[in-house]
Nanobody, 124 residues
């Protein structure tokens, strides 16, 4: 089970930190990632651990978002800074119980477990 929290409403330029508490999955060894789905848009990969230590980001969030994990708490995080209106979306935590090639770390089809999502709304 993956349970996201930390979403909310914020003005452009603000920050939020999302959390994803995992049970039945191990963030230290499973491939884990954050996705988002904006209004009328397809779900897109935002940030992922391409392997246990290496991170990868969508170009649209590079330099603004940071993915991290606390292995002791088995929790995944997404720190979002300098938020923009276009970051408005439902954010999902995802995990894969199998290996994921680095090239496909931000691909929707690479993951087989999903949280319920948390809404992030950025206003101008």
């Amino acid at each position: 089970q993956l349970v996201e929290s930390g979403g909310g409403s914020v003005q452009a330029g603000g920050s939020l930190r999302l959390s994803c508490a995992a049970s039945g999955y191990t963030v230290s060894s499973n491939r884990v990632a954050w996705f988002r789905q904006g209004p009328g848009k397809e779900r897109e990969g935002v940030a992922a651990f391409a392997n246990e230590y290496r991170t990868t980001y969508a170009d649209s969030v590079k330099g603004r978002f940071t993915i991290s994990k606390d292995n002791a708490k088995n929790t995944l995080y997404l720190q979002m800074n300098s938020l923009k209106v276009e970051d408005t979306a439902i954010y999902y935590c995802a995990a894969a119980t199998h290996g994921v090639p680095t090239l496909f770390a931000l691909d929707f089809g690479s993951y087989n477990a999903w949280g319920q999502g948390t809404q992030v709304t950025v206003s101008s």
